[in-house]
């Protein structure tokens, strides 16, 4: 049964469901884009590999730590890598994939305030990590309102600590100040990487004539964050302080997800909440029907996506 392989850790099911993702995406690159593979297409593909193992690794230690889910189980990692196949032009992205390894570290960070120790050090290194994901690409700034959310709940009585993602702020301009200076380039290259910041998508009427393939995987990342929704406000017994930082992310990943049109900052969230949600079902047949539906979408997803193009 499908579900016997996902309720245990070894990392022989671990590697197949990674290895399930990226031939996923190898599909993608050259049966819809009809990618050139030369030297840097490979290196770069190589390096979003590396970027999403890393981020496969983190998020189950996260799910483990916490003790997100009731079980040792791979269901976040299997939900997570059905999101990316569901929006294959992730691998498209070498900058979104690494700002969102980097969120899923302020997301570790901000879970540890739970021990009260260091506070002051997990929210400066919370900050920074935010900071450096902007730099790969900007929107994801908007991240440190789970910061200052998160000082609700952790050392709110000290107001120097809302200072903190400030002084994180001077330290990342020094030390870009410096990288500059020392590299030498000239001022008008930073102009123009702040001016290739697409913004004008947020004022502009939105367009409704998606392709197909694309409409069918928003409803299924729709339905979703429905259940992972559903699953934190009306299932008492989901709730914890775990939880509520995922919904933190979850909401705020949201709003990104409208203001700069990229998904994967959803993944993550919806993936543990969903993990929760399918971890806990106790009829057999409907478990196995739900992993074997979401099993479907990707490849209906691809089939789309290769009809479409042809």
């Not at 990692?77 to 994939?97: H, K, W, Y």
């Not at 001077?170 to 290259?189: C, D, E, K, R």
């Not at 409208?258 to 106790?282: C, G, H, N, Q």
Request: charged share 10%.
């Amino acid at each position: 049964m499908l579900s016997a392989r996902f309720e245990n850790t070894r990392a022989i099911d671990l590697l197949i469901v990674f290895l399930a993702l990226l031939a996923g995406a190898l599909v993608y690159e050259t049966q819809v884009l009809h990618t050139v593979f030369t030297d840097a297409v490979v290196i770069e593909k190589l390096v979003i590999t590396i970027l999403l193992l890393l981020s496969f690794l983190l998020l189950q230690q996260i799910n483990r730590w916490n003790e997100l889910a009731e079980t040792k189980n791979c269901y976040v990692l299997f939900f997570f890598a059905i999101c990316i196949i569901l929006f294959p032009m992730t691998f498209s992205s070498i900058r979104v994939v690494g700002a969102n390894l980097l969120v899923l570290l302020v997301l570790w960070r901000i879970l540890t305030l739970k021990t009260g120790e260091e506070v002051p050090q997990k929210l400066f290194d919370a900050s920074l990590l935010v900071f450096c994901a902007g730099i790969l690409h900007p929107w994801a700034l908007v991240f440190l309102l789970n910061i200052w959310i998160s000082l609700l709940f952790y050392g709110s009585e000290k107001r120097r600590y809302w200072l903190i993602p400030f002084l994180a702020l001077i330290v990342i301009l020094i030390l870009g100040t410096a990288i500059w200076l020392l590299s030498g380039l000239p001022f008008q290259v930073i102009i123009d990487n702040f001016e290739a910041f697409d913004y004008t998508h947020i004022t502009e009427i939105p367009n409704f004539n998606l392709p197909l393939a694309t409409v069918v995987s928003l409803i299924s990342l729709g339905v979703m964050l429905s259940v992972s929704l559903g699953v934190y406000y009306f299932v008492r017994r989901y709730h914890s302080i775990s939880s509520q930082i995922v919904i933190q992310f979850l909401w705020v990943g949201l709003l990104v997800f409208f203001l700069s049109k990229e998904p994967i900052y959803l993944f993550a969230p919806i993936a543990i909440f969903f993990a929760l949600y399918v971890e806990r079902i106790y009829k057999l047949w409907l478990k196995e029907t739900i992993l074997w539906l979401l099993i479907c979408f990707p490849v209906v997803i691809l089939t789309l996506h290769f009809v479409t193009k042809s």
